[in-house]
């Protein structure tokens, strides 16, 4: 009786080439539930990631008629501060004399700018370290030791076309995406 | 350890029979923290604080049960729904303070706890485990810590998690989109506070198996003890109760007085009067410091503002501050001398007391200091020498130090010291 059923396996199991039908079938079970646990957890994981709501609050217009040279205003967009800041010509002679090369970050003022609106300075009010609101932007606060803005979080100190000088910070501030729409409304995002 | 010598669990009344043939729970606890486990007899109040840190998480699972039955955690609302429990809230505020305080008095405890690892070099062979779970247990804390700070959504709440999870931008290419991903947006908002919530209560039970395994771990060898000689004799040892829960009684009466001391008389000494402010995403506080605990690992953090060999500042700082806490995970192999206590290595006490002690008071005092010189300056001497103590006078001294000798068993040592005490 044992014997038989011995026998029976050998030849259930097809023992050819020394590929059994069990080793085709762990295998292919293996593979299937691998992929299965693979897909399910794409959605446990992208659940994460910004919802419908928060991607679609993703632009935001702003009106520059009323920015005096020398003023800045703190905008939102996707919930965080926008500085659009109009220079004036000592901050615009001062952002140009800089050496570039010399910059962590070489941009020039005309880099960080729109043609034709180098004296509109839009940035994201974010400092590139950790992402604290940098001083400069309200009247009546310090602007760091290069005139532009100052981070008091860790000290990080950027220059009058928002590029980073000292602390911290490794890049400038970043400038979003945006549009001049007319000659007094931004699009932003 | 079950020492031969070990009392045995006899239970006596017919209930307690019954239930030890059908689920010996009372047999685990009698041999875990009863008359079952053998202790080294010649404990000191160092060995108090692993219990006090098993109170604290009791208290702050407790009152965290209770203040999440009373807050809600939307943007919208969290902030008002924390001062709801603070005023309307039947003694909302005495839970609220106690779970702040309970945040503190637990790291203060396992900050005591974990010094005592490093004074009587408790994380050597054989209990590198029960070390290796401990600091495990430390990270999770940590973890846990920030993201209960968040939820009041203040402005230290807020500017807290953006800095915090600012951390993970630095690292290269997946940094930024990490940090979205983990915020579930472009700032901390709703979708952050929600999930913190989630984790925040989900941890702390993380918290509590990782616990049982430490105490698991402990088990195997047994405490070790201040003259870091393993137990050899009956003698050497006394039952954990009645001996040491009478010791831990009188320390957690000790650490109840100073406890209740802060949240009856001044709740808000360790907080920081800007998270009453409600968190506002288009201004950041002058000043953004964490909660005091981590201080220490924000002074490294904030010590890098130089580039080295093309890895720039702020990647550096961020592998700092968590390369401070993974090098703990070394110390049972950085550590190569065949004596534990530091009772017995003069050079090694000294440098633990005069080298490694005013450094983490530096560290812990320069974390709370703003980003000015000179106080950069300091963080980054006291950052270096944070580090040399670990990975270069550790190993050094170890090697080269001229031990005491040992006593020949712990009932020697006691049995000296009170002859000493008796001639006196
Ligand atoms: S966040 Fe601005 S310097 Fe650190």
Known sequence: MAEATIDNTAVADGDEGGVRRRDFIEIAAVS????????????LISQMAPSKDVLAESSTEVDISAIQPGQAVKAVFRKQPLFVRRLTEKEIAAANAVDVGSLRDPKTLAEMTKEGHEDMLITMGVCTHLGCVPLGAGEGEVKGEFGGYFCPCHGSHYDTAARIRKGPAPTNLEVPEYEYTSDTTVKVG | MSFPWANHYQPTNPLMKWMDEKLPLPRFVYNAIGAGYPVPRNLNYWWNFGVLAGFCLMIQIVTGIILAMHYAPNALVAFDSTEHIMRDVNWGWMMRYAHANGASAFFVVVYTHIFRGFLFSSY??????????????????????FMGYVLPWGQMSFWGAKVITGLFGAIPLVGEPLQVWLLGGFAPDNAALNRFFSLHFLLPFVILGVVILHIWALHIPGSSNPTGVE???????VPFHPYYTAKDGFGLAAFLVIYTAFVFFMPNALGHPDNYIPANPLSTPAHIVPEWYFWPFYAILRAFT???????????????MFAAILVWFFLPWLD??????????????KFIWFGFVPCMAALFYLGGAPAEEPYVMFSQLAAAYYFAHFLIILPIVSMIEKTKPL??????????KNGEAAAE
Not at chain 2, 135 to 141: D, E, Q, R, W
Not at chain 2, 231 to 237: A, F, G, L, P, R
Not at chain 2, 306 to 320: E, N, Q, T
Not at chain 2, 407 to 416: K, Q
């Open chain 1, 32 to 43: 299937f539930g691998g992929v299965g646990a693979l897909a399910t957890l794409y959605p």
């Open chain 2, 124 to 145: 050597k062979a054989p209990r590198e485990m029960i070390w290796l779970l401990g600091v495990v247990i430390f990270l999770l804390m940590m973890a846990t810590a």
């Open chain 2, 231 to 237: 137990v050899k004799q009956e003698s050497d040892t």
């Open chain 2, 306 to 320: 130089f580039d080295f060999f093309f890895v720039p500042a702020k990647l550096l700082g961020v592998l700092a």
């Open chain 2, 336 to 349: 190569t001398s065949p004596v534990r206590s530091a009772r017995y290595r003069p050079l090694l006490r």
């Open chain 2, 407 to 416: 006593p020949n068993s712990i009932t020697d040592a006691v049995l000296a």
